[in-house]
T-cell receptor, first 112, second 111 residues
Framework: DVKVTQSSRYLVKRTGEKVFLECVQDMDHENMFWYRQDPGLGLRLIYFSYDVKMKEKGDIPEGYSVSREKKERFSLILESASTNQTSMYLC???????????FGSGTRLTVV | TQLLEQSPQFLSIQEGENLTVYCNSSSVFSSLQWYRQEPGEGPVLLVTVVTGGEVKKLKRLTFQFGDARKDSSLHITAAQPGGTGLYLCAGVAGANSKLTFGKGITLSVRP
C-alpha cells in the first residue's frame, strides 16, 4: 500500500523553538507539497518541490522553510515557532503528469 | 488566481437523505478531483473527472464535470453516517500538476 508518512501526529512546541516536520513518501513521486489547514481558510500551500533540492514558495511561505535533500523526503521547518503557526499540517505528493495527490495523515501542531 | 467555490459550506442531514453539493469556478480546468477528509486524517482521493460532461459513480456518490469544465457537482444517494467528513474539490489548470483547492464542504450525516 503506497504511503505518505508524516513523522508525528501531534506536536506541542514552545514559542521560539525551531520545529521540524518530516514527510516521507514511498511512491517515487517527483512532486511534494506542504499545506496548512485551518477552519474557514481551507488548505493553504506553504511550499512545494518538483525535484530534489528544488523548492518553490506557495501562498504563505513566511515563517517557514523547507528542505528536500532526497527524493522521498520533504521537510518543513519553522525557524522560530509562533502561536499563529498552530495548525494542522498536511504533506502530499504526486507524480509528474499525474496530478492526483496522496496525502499524509497530518501533524497537528500546537505552539504554546 | 483561479478560485474554486464550494457550496454549501456546511450541511447536516439525516441518514437516508439525498443531497447535492457544488464546486464552481470562473476558470476552466483540465481536470477536477474530489477528496474526502475524515476528522484527524488527511484527504483521500475519491475521483478524477477529465472530460466536460463526464459522469462517474462511486457506490452512492455520483460526480459530474460541467460541460465547460468550470464546475462540478457531487450527488450522494441515501447518505450514510460513514459519509460524514469534509469534501474537497481540486482543479488542475495547466501543464504543472499543482492543484487549486476549494475550501471544502463539511457534511454531517446523523444516524
Amino acid at each position: 500500500d503506497v504511503k505518505v508518512t508524516q513523522s508525528s501526529r501531534y506536536l506541542v512546541k514552545r514559542t521560539g523553538e525551531k520545529v521540524f516536520l518530516e514527510c516521507v513518501q514511498d511512491m517515487d513521486h517527483e512532486n511534494m507539497f506542504w499545506y496548512r489547514q485551518d477552519p474557514g481558510l481551507g488548505l493553504r500551500l506553504i511550499y512545494f518541490s518538483y525535484d530534489v533540492k528544488m523548492k518553490e514558495k506557495g501562498d504563505i511561505p513566511e515563517g517557514y522553510s523547507v528542505s528536500r535533500e532526497k527524493k522521498e523526503r520533504f521537510s518543513l521547518i519553522l525557524e522560530s515557532a509562533s502561536t499563529n503557526q498552530t495548525s494542522m499540517y498536511l504533506c502530499a505528493s504526486s507524480a509528474t503528469r499525474d496530478p492526483r495527490y496522496t496525502f499524509g495523515s497530518g501533524t497537528r501542531l500546537t505552539v504554546v | 488566481t483561479q478560485l474554486l467555490e464550494q457550496s454549501p459550506q456546511f450541511l447536516s442531514i439525516q441518514e437516508g437523505e439525498n443531497l447535492t453539493v457544488y464546486c464552481n469556478s470562473s476558470s476552466v480546468f483540465s481536470s477536477l478531483q474530489w477528496y474526502r477528509q475524515e476528522p484527524g486524517e488527511g484527504p483521500v482521493l475519491l475521483v478524477t473527472v477529465v472530460t466536460g460532461g463526464e459522469v462517474k459513480k462511486l457506490k452512492r456518490l455520483t460526480f459530474q464535470f460541467g460541460d465547460a469544465r468550470k464546475d462540478s457537482s457531487l450527488h450522494i444517494t441515501a447518505a450514510q453516517p460513514g459519509g460524514t467528513g469534509l469534501y474537497l474539490c481540486a482543479g488542475v489548470a495547466g501543464a504543472n500538476s499543482k492543484l487549486t483547492f476549494g475550501k471544502g464542504i463539511t457534511l454531517s450525516v446523523r444516524p
